[in-house]
């Protein structure tokens, strides 16, 4: 019961007609105490000399000027003073019954705080609180627009049934999922609609074996047939009533589902491309301990394949990172110019030399002035380095690898297309997945992490471009990475 409700109206008065002109207890003692110290500071001055002749005036002006002080604020105050506690009663009794507007006013000057207090009062904003009582609670017509405007409000596919399974009340996207349109299922007989996991547990809650939420997953296949979408289906009793009630919820998990399937294979793939660099190393460390000094050669060989071992493993922790941080969003991204022409010129001296021993042409066409970006310049030479250094592991001996470096008005567009073993149209896509490697047996001999894809394609969406792929099995393969060039200042 809010404070106030139980007093009766009967004899009570406004603030005007209990606001008193005295000045209040507190602000009165605040006014005598200065006077009181300054009465004891004189007196104890004229005891120490005998007498009040002996004193000196300065003793008269350092206690009256504390003294007037306090009674020249005191003055000055005192209205305002007396129309601030006026307000505050007038505040505490605001959540009582049946209060008039005049019950609220105070007495007011010109220049007052309560002259402010009676114009509030006067544009009626307590007038919900003050003159109609407690707010009244809506009537079931109104109930029942607040209930179907929340139930529209959600996405989730939401119906109410009743014992015998019957929908009496669902939202447009139960209508849409279950009878697959915005007909209303008013009526319908939900048990008609559901496949036999979901009927299992509808059936359990209606009949009371359940009387709890029950939930089931649900897998539909979607109208391509490329790939399914993962319902939760829950049903709960609703208490509170002598009839028997229960809510349906449908929810599309299918996002869900695939990101805890993801990270699942992520950790995964992980473990095992960390595992295999970690076994060797372990396995060499013994083989070089048991050789010592008695055997240089094996121990050094044993030497050799721990450091490959651990640059392998250093490459592959590297890649997480990267792909981990541009996933969180965990590292920002460092901007400034980058100057494309300097990456490729430098990455064309680094691979010269592995394309020359693999035996594949490597070809640099860049157009005679590359615009200057605006960017990470080591993120995008890394997504460069990875889809250079992937054209020549994955062509054979005797094939090309070219690069390319065209513009327009708009966008830099960097093209890498090689003769190598090309990609199935089926892994076009897939190729840009943590840890994805193809089935065809080629690839199994050639090392790799199976992250440089993603990483370059992560790059390319962070500064605004792409990275599209064009392939032919067999036959080879181009990479595209589009980048915006910076806008002209108008």
């Given at each position: 019961m809010p404070i106030g409700t139980s007093l009766k109206k009967t004899g009570r008065k406004g603030v005007v007609a209990r606001q008193s002109a005295r000045t209040p207890a507190d602000l009165?003692?605040?006014a005598v105490t200065p006077l009181t110290a300054a009465a004891a500071f004189v007196g104890y001055s004229a005891w120490k000399l005998g007498g009040v002749g002996g004193l000196?005036?300065?003793?008269?002006?350092?206690?009256?000027?504390?003294?007037?002080?306090?009674?020249?604020?005191?003055?000055?105050?005192?209205?305002?003073?007396?129309?601030?506690a006026a307000i505050a009663e007038a505040v505490s009794i605001a959540g009582e019954t049946g209060l008039s507007e005049s019950e609220l006013l105070v007495a007011e000057t010109d220049t007052g705080p309560g002259k402010a207090w009676n114009e509030l009062v006067h544009t009626k904003l307590f007038a919900a609180s003050t003159t109609t009582g407690a707010t009244h609670?809506?009537?079931?017509?109104?109930?029942?627009?607040?209930?179907?405007?929340?139930?529209?409000?959600h996405t989730d596919a939401i119906c109410i049934v009743n014992q015998a399974g019957r929908v009496l009340l669902s939202n447009s996207a139960a209508n849409s999922l279950f009878g697959g349109s915005d007909q209303d299922l008013g009526n319908t007989e939900l048990r008609d609609c559901l496949d036999e996991d979901s009927l299992a547990a509808f059936d359990d809650v209606l009949s009371g074996r359940i009387q709890r939420r029950n939930s089931t997953d649900i897998l539909r296949q979607k109208m391509n047939k490329k790939s399914e979408e993962v319902f939760r289906f829950s049903v709960a009793p609703i208490r509170g009533s002598s009839e028997a009630f229960a809510v349906v919820v449908v929810q599309d998990v299918t996002r869900q589902r695939h990101a805890e399937r993801s990270r699942h294979d992520f950790l995964a793939q992980a473990t095992h491309e960390l595992r295999t660099?970690?076994?060797?190393?372990?396995l060499y460390v013994d083989e070089a301990i048991e050789a010592g000094d008695d055997d240089p050669k094996s121990r050094a060989e044993?030497?050799?394949?721990i450091s490959s071992e651990s640059l392998r493993l250093e490459r592959i922790v590297s890649g997480l990172?990267?792909?981990?941080?541009?996933?969180?969003?965990a590292r920002s991204m460092d901007q400034g110019d980058v100057r494309i022409e300097q990456i490729l010129e430098y990455l064309k001296s680094d691979y010269e030399a592995l394309s020359?021993?693999?035996?594949?042409?490597?070809?640099?066409?860049?157009?005679p002035?590359?615009?200057?970006?605006?960017?990470?310049?080591?993120?995008?030479?890394?997504?460069?380095?990875?889809?250079?250094?992937?054209a020549i592991k994955y062509t054979p001996s005797g094939g090309s690898v070219v690069v390319r470096a065209e513009d327009d008005e708009t966008t830099l567009r960097i093209t890498i297309e090689d003769t190598g073993i090309g990609i199935s149209d089926k892994e076009q896509e897939l190729v840009y997945e943590k840890f994805f490697r193809s089935e065809d047996s080629r690839v199994s001999d050639i090392e790799g992490t199976g992250l440089g894809l993603a990483f370059a394609r992560q790059v390319a969406e962070m500064h605004g471009g792409e990275l599209r792929l064009e392939s032919e099995l067999d036959k080879g393969s181009t990479f595209t990475i589009t980048l915006p060039k910076p806008k002209l200042a108008a």
């Open positions: 009165m003692l605040l000196d005036p300065l003793v008269y002006i350092v206690a009256g000027v504390p003294a007037a002080a306090g009674l020249y604020f005191l003055g000055r105050a005192k209205k305002s003073i007396v129309q601030i609670a809506p009537d079931a017509s109104m109930r029942s627009d607040i209930a179907m405007l929340a139930l529209e409000s660099p970690l076994t060797n190393i372990r044993a030497l050799n394949v990172l990267d792909i981990s941080e541009l996933e969180s969003g020359s021993a693999s035996g594949v042409s490597l070809t640099f066409e860049l157009s002035k590359i615009p200057v970006l605006h960017g990470d310049r080591d993120k995008i030479a890394g997504a460069l380095h990875n889809l250079i250094g992937n």
